[in-house]
């Protein structure tokens, strides 16, 4: 299981859990198999949903292939580390419930929900996994015809970690080896 940055949390919880987490440094010559890639799509596949409706879907770019191109041009500058990850993926939410015909204010939510179930078999998988929303929307749905019923929800990076990060622009270098944080947990309650 991939473990480089370990969280060190305040209460006990799951290691995978504990030992996700998104790099930005990735072997980009390493294939990922698409076995395992059939792999996180079944843990997407299992996550809740408002009315068990799924409403998530997924483009997938393997690097040399057209819709790997396609998808590493909807890239933002600032993520344009991403181009060359083995897998980029786009998740895309459809924004109505199917069996009612009205509008499914919880389509984001659900396909967050499948995205982060996805990211956690990655960690299983020994996978890095890195969602990204700066990507252009606008673009992406014109590559792949995402018509307004659908919403093009995150950009993500799939592929092996790198072993070492001093390939990378000091920025992203820091980002890799900075300790992983995250606000206390006695900021989880709403105060009213």
Request: proline residues 4%.
């Amino acid at each position: 299981m991939l473990n480089s940055k370990t969280a060190n949390t305040s209460f006990r919880i799951l290691d995978v859990i504990k030992n996700r987490w998104s790099p930005v440094g990735f072997d980009n010559t390493k294939p990922v198999e698409k076995e395992k890639i059939d792999i996180l799509l079944e843990a997407a596949r299992w996550a809740p949903s408002s009315f068990n409706e799924q409403p998530w879907s997924y483009i997938i770019g393997y690097k040399g292939d057209e819709t790997h191109e396609k998808l590493a041009g909807c890239l933002v500058e600032g993520n344009s580390w991403a181009k060359d990850v083995y897998v980029l993926m786009l998740s895309i939410a459809k924004n109505f419930f199917e069996h009612q015909h009205k509008a499914n204010r919880f389509h984001m939510h659900d396909t967050g929900a499948a995205n982060a179930c996805m990211h956690l078999q990655a960690t299983a998988e020994n996978l890095g996994m890195h969602q990204m929303e700066g990507f252009n929307v606008e673009q992406a749905r014109k590559y792949f015809n995402i018509n307004k019923d659908y919403t093009p929800a995150s950009m993500i990076a799939i592929g092996y970690p790198a072993a070492s990060t001093e390939n990378l622009p000091e920025q992203l270098k820091q980002r890799d080896e900075s300790e992983r944080g995250r606000k206390p947990h006695e900021d989880l309650l709403w105060e009213f």
